[in-house]
């Protein structure tokens, strides 16, 4: 089941929940999951239970990224890419980043940047 929710939906800390207090989650992304107001969140339920979490804030930041099932993962990020700008993720995930049509950039220990439609629309506008 795919489900897109924000902090105010009635049932977002039912799924939510889990995924913000779990060190697994935490030590597998190498990042915090809030719940800020400015988020809009794509999820992927399996049995209940969330097995791919994506977040992106109104100016087109991917902000968090947790992806147990690849093809949930894929399917998110690729309906994200036309209006994700670069992000900071991470790096984890940078060959599903690559498959989905991201750029994959600058990349550290934990995390990259990516580039996704957004961030090249962005770009073209100011220098036309």
Same mark, same amino acid.
């Given at each position: 089941?795919?489900?897109?929710?924000?902090?105010? &939906?009635?049932?977002?800390?039912? *799924?939510?929940?889990?995924?913000? +207090?779990?060190? !697994?989650?935490?030590?597998?992304? =190498? @990042?915090?999951?809030?719940? &800020?107001?400015?988020?809009?969140? *794509?999820?992927?339920?399996?049995? +209940?239970?969330? !097995?791919?979490?994506?977040?992106? =804030? @109104?100016?087109?930041?991917?902000?968090?990224?947790?992806?147990?099932?690849?093809?949930?993962?894929?399917?998110?990020?690729?309906?994200?890419?036309?209006?994700?700008?670069?992000?900071?993720?991470?790096?984890?995930?940078?060959?599903?980043?690559?498959?989905?049509?991201?750029?994959?950039?600058?990349?550290?220990?934990?995390?990259?940047?990516?580039?996704?439609?957004?961030?090249?629309?962005?770009?073209?506008?100011?220098?036309?």
């Amino acid at each position: 089941m795919r489900l897109r929710m924000n902090n105010r &939906d009635r049932d977002f800390y039912t *799924y939510m929940g889990p995924i913000f +207090g779990s060190r !697994d989650v935490e030590a597998e992304t =190498n @990042d915090r999951f809030y719940d &800020d107001d400015n988020k809009e969140w *794509y999820l992927n339920i399996t049995h +209940g239970c969330v !097995d791919a979490a994506i977040s992106i =804030n @109104d100016e087109g930041v991917i902000r968090n990224v947790y992806i147990g099932n690849a093809n949930a993962g894929y399917e998110i990020l690729a309906e994200l890419l036309p209006e994700a700008a670069m992000s900071v993720v991470p790096r984890r995930y940078a060959d599903l980043y690559e498959k989905c049509g991201y750029r994959v950039r600058d990349r550290s220990v934990n995390f990259v940047k990516i580039y996704g439609g957004a961030a090249y629309e962005s770009k073209r506008e100011r220098s036309a």
